[in-house]
Every structure is written in structure tokens, then in C-alpha cells.
T-cell receptor, first 113, second 116 residues
Framework: AQSVTQLGSHVSVSEGALVLLRCNYSSSVPPYLFWYVQYPNQGLQLLLKYTSAATLVKGINGFEAEFKKSETSFHLTKPSAHMSDAAEYFCAVRNNYGQNFVFGPGTRLSVLP | NAGVTQTPKFRILKIGQSMTLQCTQDMNHNYMYWYRQDPGMGLKLIYYSVGAGITDKGEVPNGYNVSRSTTEDFPLRLELAAPSQTSVYFC???????????????FGEGSWLTVV
């Protein structure tokens, strides 16, 4: 069975500081991994996804994530936080058989001026 | 450029009432999903469908029913609404493929439901 854990339900950073949101997964087969962002009162939008090509994946809005098989991790980073990055971020996994997406509990990112 | 459309956006129900959340997608996706989102709990899968005429239970199906008569539509029915069903509901769709651009789930804007 697949599962996703996200360390830290709430992360606060200062504007201009590094953003690091952690995601660890468990999967019995090579996974497909995703990061989604949810702005207040909106649906979820895809930030980036790993589909077994390059292990460093670049997404929208300057975000990137690195797949590390040995650590079963897919942490999301951004070098310099912007106020508009304040949102809820969800990590998700889908197994190699194309079944359901499993989402982590989410991490709320606050950006302080 | 509609994508996944769900209605209504907001609804208040009384305990014991029934209602249907509508969901339609125009991307010809064969997979469709209903999730509920509660604060701090992430997304929980209620029901999903892998194609017209085929549905299956997710993690939290009790109190809900679904049908999939067409590729486009996947309504979620709440029977005998209870306060525990107060939540935000998201419909989503994806292809069955696991490669390339097909391996993405697309979400609707959400439906805020309050049961009082």
C-alpha cells in the first residue's frame, strides 16, 4: 500500500528565505510523485511531478523537487520565498499501475514580511 | 477551457436531508474521483470510477453514493446528511495512463457543504 507523510503541518519562512517542504513516501513499486498547491478557497493545482525521468524536477513559480529513492523522499524547495507562495501544499503518490492518487496531510506555508 | 466543473459551490443542508453534488469534466478522462477535505486531514478519497458504469469505494464511502452513466459526469449523492459530512468536497479526473502528460489529476474548484 502507498502512503505519504509530510513533516510539519505548518511552516513559516521570511520573505526571501529558502522554502523547504518535506515529503516521504512508501510504495512497493517505483512511484509517480507529485506536489500540488492549494490557495485559499480554491482547488488543487499541479506544481510539479516526477515520472521516472530526471530526478530533479522543476515546476511552476520557481519550485523544484528532488526524488531520492534511497531516502524515499521528494522534498519541495524554492530558493527565495515570495508572499504569494503562502498556501497549502500537498505531496501525492501514484503507483506504477496507474491506480489512485494518495495524498499527504498537507503543509501550510506562511510567508512573513 | 472548463476542465472539471462541480456544483454547487456552497450549500447548507439540514440533518437528514439529501442532496447531489454534480461533477462534469470535458477532458475525456476515464478516471474520476470524489475527495473530501477536512482541516488538517488532507484529502480523503470517497469514491472513484475507472470508466462509465464502473465505480468503487475509496477510504471513506459511508453515507455517500455515486454513479457513472457517462464518461463526463460523476455525481456524488449524500443520503440522510449528518453533521460529520460537513466538509469541502472536490471532484477530480485523470487518465488511466501513467506516462507523460497523462499522469496528472485535475481538480474542480470545490463544494463547501455545511450540515446543521
Amino acid at each position: 500500500a502507498q502512503s505519504v507523510t509530510q513533516l510539519g503541518s505548518h511552516v513559516s519562512v521570511s520573505e526571501g528565505a529558502l522554502v523547504l517542504l518535506r515529503c516521504n513516501y512508501s510504495s512497493s513499486v517505483p512511484p509517480y510523485l507529485f506536489w500540488y498547491v492549494q490557495y485559499p478557497n480554491q482547488g488543487l493545482q499541479l506544481l510539479l511531478k516526477y515520472t521516472s525521468a530526471a530526478t530533479l524536477v522543476k515546476g511552476i513559480n520557481g519550485f523544484e523537487a528532488e526524488f531520492k529513492k534511497s531516502e524515499t523522499s521528494f522534498h519541495l524547495t524554492k530558493p527565495s520565498a515570495h508572499m504569494s507562495d503562502a498556501a497549502e501544499y500537498f505531496c501525492a503518490v501514484r503507483n506504477n499501475y496507474g491506480q489512485n492518487f494518495v495524498f499527504g496531510p498537507g503543509t501550510r506555508l506562511s510567508v512573513l514580511p | 477551457n472548463a476542465g472539471v466543473t462541480q456544483t454547487p459551490k456552497f450549500r447548507i443542508l439540514k440533518i437528514g436531508q439529501s442532496m447531489t453534488l454534480q461533477c462534469t469534466q470535458d477532458m475525456n478522462h476515464n478516471y474520476m474521483y470524489w475527495y473530501r477535505q477536512d482541516p488538517g486531514m488532507g484529502l480523503k478519497l470517497i469514491y472513484y470510477s475507472v470508466g462509465a458504469g464502473i465505480t468503487d469505494k475509496g477510504e471513506v464511502p459511508n453515507g455517500y453514493n455515486v454513479s457513472r452513466s457517462t464518461t463526463e459526469d460523476f455525481p456524488l449523492r449524500l443520503e440522510l446528511a449528518a453533521p460529520s459530512q460537513t466538509s469541502v468536497y472536490f471532484c477530480a479526473s485523470s487518465t488511466s495512463g501513467t506516462g507523460g502528460e497523462g499522469n496528472t489529476i485535475y481538480f474542480g474548484e470545490g463544494s463547501w457543504l455545511t450540515v446543521v
